[in-house]
């Protein structure tokens, strides 16, 4: 009896500790995501995309994309002397909207909650000119909320940032519960704001896309964390 009795109570301490494992794996997934690091990269030059969603097996991954009637401009992975490590710069030529060309990062297989995230990065560029950043489903249906700061605020699909010439560090905040249909501010009521899919909290594109024609852009150190 004492050897059952030993039996069970080692089965009942296993079977806590695993699911103790398995919620703290759950847990850190939902965390952060595990952004391939520009500084990983082997530098050259990164070929163009007319369509970023091509090859969907292809996942965590960064792309240069530049709509087909648009001039292709230059896009590589090089060597920075000063930070000593890789990072990705863009002479962004012409421009069309926000999704005429843009730098991106497509991941899948993600576990985000309905919550505040935080992206921070580093960047440079032309000094002055602006760029949106924008968190987009696979299917370009749902953009993800810039996070309000009160329930009477605009909804909008994007967060502006100002280039400077020398590296700034940028934080924005973006809310994985709600979705607008594109990235411009939709007024409440319309149909358009509404709850993120499950879909888009497992896929998702962030995308750097320059306000303006013949933009510089330099890009380090990209993080994606739920906000504490």
Not at 118 to 131: D, P, V, Y
Not at 160 to 167: G, P, S, T, V
Request: proline letters at 3%; a neutral charge; one cysteine or more.
């Amino acid at each position: 009896m004492k050897t059952m009795n030993f039996k069970l109570g080692l089965a009942t301490l296993m079977a806590a500790a695993f699911l103790t494992v398995n919620a703290e794996t759950t847990e850190t997934n939902a965390d952060k995501v595990d952004i391939k690091a520009i500084s990983s990269l082997t530098a050259g030059s990164m070929e163009a995309v007319a369509n970023d969603k091509e090859n969907p097996e292809e996942n965590n991954v960064w792309l240069y994309r530049v709509a087909p009637e648009l001039e292709v401009g230059d896009a590589k992975v090089e060597l920075d002397k000063k930070l000593n490590r890789n990072v990705i710069r863009c002479d962004f030529y012409q421009q069309k909207s926000w999704y005429g060309t843009y730098l991106c990062y497509r991941t899948s297989g993600q576990s985000m909650e309905r919550k505040v995230y935080r992206l921070s990065f580093k960047a440079k560029g032309t000094s002055g000119n602006n760029m949106k950043v924008i968190i987009i489903s696979h299917d370009g249906k749902e953009c993800v909320t810039a996070a309000r700061r009160s329930e009477s605020e605009v909804p909008s699909g994007y967060k502006q940032i100002n280039l400077k010439k020398d590296y700034t560090e940028y934080v924005l905040d973006f809310d994985f519960s709600k979705k607008v249909k594109a990235p411009y501010p939709y007024p409440e009521g319309n149909g358009e704001f509404g709850e993120t899919s499950d879909a888009l909290l497992d896929s998702f594109f962030i995308l750097f896309s320059p306000n303006n024609e013949f933009t510089k852009f330099v890009l380090d150190d990209v993080k994606l964390e739920l906000k504490k």
